[in-house]
T-cell receptor, first 114, second 113 residues
Framework: EAQVTQNPRYLITVTGKKLTVTCSQNMNHEYMSWYRQDPGLGLRQIYYSMNVEVTDKGDVPEGYKVSRKEKRNFPLILESPSPNQTSLYFC?????????????FGPGTRLTVL | AQSVSQHNHHVILSEAASLELGCNYSYGGTVNLFWYVQYPGQHLQLLLKYFSGDPLVKGIKGFEAEFIKSKFSFNLRKPSVQWSDTAEYFCAGQRSGNTPLVFGKGTRLSVIA
């Protein structure tokens, strides 16, 4: 089944403890992206990747890192999480970076930073 | 800066009522527009999209949207909503080419019996 998977789905952690949220897609998509969703703010893009080894900042990149060593994986890294990073995170992918391609979303990761 | 605005934060309708959710974008030039839906506890799914051609776009589950270039709008409509349409709806826009997708803040729709 074609899909975008994220792990973990739920995570509660403490301030400063490094964590990684994994994202994987099995559709051979070139473009991958991370968003955070907060009440009243909609979805805001954190980072995106046009292809392997090509990443760029979105609207809210502060406090996050990403890597794209393989086409299928696009992990989101929080080196030192803070409470303001408590949010619902979505990974998405599309066949090409072009705007003509629909983005497919993962199931979401709900992160709480205490 | 490019932006997408959704005017309604929360809309409450009775079953069988007609729905129209507003969306405006601030791009000049060619733009691609999308409506996504997020059912409670689920991820976003594409409802419909506009790239070019007929400005009236039909999507899944009886939804449609009309692109009105002169008004920079892409409102979502459904003639008769059902309880199962309860969800959050996001409008999104993107300049043609390799540019990031920009989302509106979302509109929560609650359909009551």
């Amino acid at each position: 089944e074609a899909q975008v998977t994220q792990n973990p789905r739920y995570l509660i952690t403490v301030t400063g403890k490094k964590l990684t949220v994994t994202c994987s897609q099995n559709m051979n998509h070139e473009y991958m992206s991370w968003y955070r969703q907060d009440p009243g703010l909609g979805l805001r893009q954190i980072y995106y990747s046009m292809n392997v080894e090509v990443t760029d900042k979105g609207d809210v990149p502060e406090g996050y890192k990403v890597s794209r060593k393989e086409k299928r994986n696009f992990p989101l890294i929080l080196e030192s999480p803070s409470p303001n990073q408590t949010s619902l995170y979505f990974c998405a992918s599309s066949l090409r970076p072009s705007s003509y391609n629909e983005q497919f979303f993962g199931p979401g990761t709900r992160l709480t930073v205490l | 800066a490019q932006s997408v605005s959704q005017h309604n934060h929360h809309v409450i309708l009775s079953e069988a009522a007609s729905l129209e959710l507003g969306c405006n974008y601030s791009y000049g030039g060619t733009v691609n527009l999308f409506w996504y839906v997020q059912y409670p506890g689920q991820h976003l799914q594409l409802l419909l999209k506009y790239f070019s051609g007929d400005p009236l776009v039909k999507g899944i589950k009886g939804f449609e949207a009309e692109f009105i270039k002169s008004k920079f709008s892409f409102n979502l409509r459904k003639p008769s909503v059902q309880w199962s349409d309860t969800a959050e709806y996001f409008c999104a826009g993107q300049r043609s080419g390799n540019t990031p997708l920009v989302f509106g803040k979302g509109t929560r729709l609650s359909v009551i019996a």
